[in-house]
């Protein structure tokens, strides 16, 4: 309709006529504008568009909740990217956005590195072990009853769509390596051969299908290259530049680093092209390192030879991995010098898109970081086989350490010395000299500096502090008035007195410890079993006579040891509540922490999960 004729027309009716042709006039404009944009917009969904006229259509849409692009090449150093010529790519994408030059992982092999990226919490807040390879039924059951928001979860939740393409194993159950972390598509090629094209293939289809959705995304994007065995296509090691002499392994190392590099500008490019790119937030990183320095060829923890390989110490070539950021509708750059770590991943995550980060993780966003709002520094503690540390800024205590360890092949049960290594990468970058305290009640026989010895001593209490407590055993005796003779046993593991009376006499015989007093009025003695892999047994004699199981009352609500005969572990529990004890009891049991860990292991490995790991180098 031509409007100035409308408005001519218009201005001959009535007043009441006037005013309906006026309505009916706007209704039926609206309705044709609304038609026009609806075709636009079902046009747009179907891809019928070019990309220019897309970016167009595309600018006048409300934007939805950034998509989250997380990528994990696995055993990439932190020395790699931007050296040796190898990371093109990855080193056009570290100047487009944020380069943390100083960034640790939690834990120094895949499966509980990968479990603190979608927990925020440490490897030891979960019940899936990092010890052994196998996940037993009860810890994969214990982890769906205790962890309810692992990321890809509590993303989902939020309207996400989340997709993981990649080789890890650990991020499936149906091996019997890991557990399932909640993705909605699941694309493992850790059972494939030359899985780094295949998981290109598969992300570029991921990419392509999840562009044209109305919801926001979760990708995450695993590469197993360069982990070993080292067999990168021909010509990528002559791409490798540098004045080190490297021997063959670093060289095939340094291929497929180019390798993935390579089909990683491959990923970049379908994310711009489809349009993804401004309103993601990108990040990139490893799950550990990578040992190379022949000091620590045979790691002092485990004992095991790690060169080339992993998982047995925490050493920074270890534990220091890139981490690149990409943030959503940013152009910041910057490189962030200051200590990171990869429990901060996840609340990171969630702090960018506007999901509450909930109290119970440990690491911290690093928006403040990057909006220059950090006011402390962040301190580093991380656990793998054998192993726990502590570091502030460029200061670490290593301990050699039992308190994470199950019974199975690799141990037995007995408990040696455990000792703690000191190093500061300022005087000591590859960690090679290292100050060694072999029992931390000692450390002043070593007639160090004053300011160290007690640098070292916090250090140490700092590990402590971090790491779960174990369960705490307490025995409650109502003495005769002759003497009282006490024998605590355990099958595996050492017993550690915590608390006892002065006037009881201790002795200690291997996994039994015997105690004597000649007190006449009721004491107690608390202790623990450490590592936590076994119940302990006792037996107390009053005078000549041993006391009966009648005689015996056990956990919070006293329950007469005599009524049970199997798997009475529950009877024993009293949380953290002190039982109310009758004065005529003669004996009170209870455990205070928790019901210990079903640790021992008989799990035999299928078929495909040996495959698996001797595919990946992890058995020989």
Known sequence: MNPSRFFRTLSTLNRFQSLFVFILFVFVFITFCKKENSVSESNLEQGKYEPETKGKITKNLPQSK????????????????GNYNVTPNLDLFAKEGVTFKYHLVNAAWTRPSTLVFFTGKFASANPVNFWDYPTTKSEVEAFYRSEKKPLPKLLKGALYSTYMVGNNPFLTDKFGLGVDVGFDFLYDFSNYTEDTKKITKKTLEVIDEIS???????????????????????????????????????????GEVAFVDEELGKVF?????????????????ADHGEVMHTSHAISPFTGTNTYYGHGQDLFLENIHVPLLIKLPNSKIQKAVQSMTRSIDLYPTILDYIGIPIPKSIHGLSLRPILEGLETTKRTYYGETRFTQGYGEGNEFLLQRSYRFHELGKFWQGSVGKEFYLYFDTRTDPNQEHPIRINQMESISELKLNATLEKKIQRFWKQIRS???????????????????????????????????????????????????SKEKVPFQISFEVYPDVSFPEFKVWMGTNQLTKSEILVGYFGVNLSACSKDCD???????????????????????????????????????????LKKQGYVQ
């Open 66 to 81: 950034p998509n989250v692009i997380w990528i994990v090449i696995d055993s990439l150093r932190g020395d790699i990217i």
């Open 212 to 254: 044209s959705q109305e919801n926001p995304f979760f990708l995450f994007l695993n590469y197993n290259d360069p982990h070993k065995p080292y067999t990168p296509p021909p010509g990528f090691t002559s791409r490798i530049q540098t004045k080190e002499n490297l021997d063959e392994r670093k060289l095939n190392y340094l």
């Open 269 to 285: 490019e379908i994310i711009k092209s489809k349009g993804l790119w401004d309103n993601s937030l990108i990040l990139i990183t």
């Open 466 to 516: 971090m790491e779960p407590k174990l369960p705490l055993y307490h025995l409650w005796i109502n003495p005769s008035q002759t003497e009282t003779e006490i024998q605590i046993t355990i099958p595996n593991g050492i017993i550690r007195l915590a608390a006892l009376p002065s006037t009881v006499a201790v002795e200690e015989k291997g996994k039994s410890v015997k105690l004597k």
């Open 570 to 612: 529950l009877l024993y529990e009293s949380q953290s509540f002190r039982p109310i004890i009758n004065p005529h009891t003669k004996v009170h049991f209870w455990k205070e922490g928790g019901q210990k860990k079903s640790y021992e292991n008989k799990q035999e490995l299928g078929t495909d999960a040996l495959d698996i």
